[in-house]
């Protein structure tokens, strides 16, 4: 009797272990499913875009070595980053501006590459002409590309040599003809040249201007600037005599 009652016992222990061990396995097989599923659902909401491999300053040239892949969660995708697809199309292009490492490409940043490089940004009559720059004409380094500014010649000229330039836009310090290459630079670089660009009559007069000595005044790039006449110097002759007097055109 004592044996048949252990015998039941061991079995139902028996049973209800396995029966643990099975529902164990059933939760643990639904947890691993479970878990799938979610990281499915994750990757399939993940969106793969182009990004830039390394920094790019403007007007490189967009290679397979530029380009790189990285997955964004679909919610901060925009629809003008290029996607892997469109690599065959950009490579060759040139960018438009500095990229940054890591940045997702856009359209708007790539444009066909141009042989005549830095002259196709001058206007078509007009002329990009370089001079050397002074610590105090660059204000200390605070014009930048793409600044205008006003040129004042120091020396006394006339009003007819108009020796006051106005609106005369910067286009390049030394050979950075983008504002976010010399962020790049070395710290405390100050250029040693200026480059502007002005139409054939300001060269003209800039030629005379930076043979001698002439002062940059940076404008705001909002406010319209009109041309500064320089007045001529008003000449006082002090008569001598009532005789001289009698003959004096007033």
């Known amino acids: 009797m004592r044996v048949s009652q252990r015998a039941k016992i061991s079995s139902f222990v028996l049973v209800s272990l396995l029966m643990t061990i099975a529902g164990y396995q059933l939760i643990q097989s639904y947890v691993e499913e479970k878990t799938n599923i979610e990281i499915q659902q994750q990757q399939e909401h ?8 390394d ?3 403007a007007g490189e040239i967009i290679d397979a070595g530029s380009l790189v892949k990285r997955s964004y969660p679909m919610s901060l995708v925009q629809d003008s980053w290029l996607r892997p697809e469109d690599a065959p199309m950009i490579i060759g292009l040139s960018t438009t501006r500095y990229i940054e490492k890591g940045e997702p490409l856009t359209a708007d940043a790539l444009l ?6 830095f002259s196709k940004r001058i206007q078509s009559g007009n002329y990009a002409v370089t001079s050397m720059i002074s610590k105090q004409q660059l204000h200390n380094g605070l014009i930048q590309v793409g600044d205008k ?3 004042v010649s120091r020396n006394s000229v006339s009003e007819s ?3 006051v330039l106005v609106n005369i836009e910067v286009v390049a310090l030394d050979n950075f003809d983008h504002s976010s290459q010399l962020d790049m630079s070395a ?3 100050l250029p040693s040249t200026i480059t502007f660009e002005l139409t054939p009559s300001q060269a003209i007069i800039f030629e005379t201007m930076r043979q001698q000595s002439f002062a940059v005044w940076l404008q705001h790039p909002d406010s319209p600037y009109a041309d500064i006449k320089v007045n001529e110097p008003i000449a006082i002759h002090r008569l001598k005599s009532v005789e001289a007097s009698q003959h004096a055109t007033y």
């Open 187 to 189: 710290t405390h670089y």
């Open 46 to 53: 993940m969106f793969a875009v182009l990004v830039s491999r």
């Open 149 to 151: 500014v006003t040129l």
């Open 55 to 57: 920094d790019l300053l």
């Open 161 to 163: 040599q108009q020796a």
């Open 112 to 117: 066909p590459f141009d042989d005549y490089g």
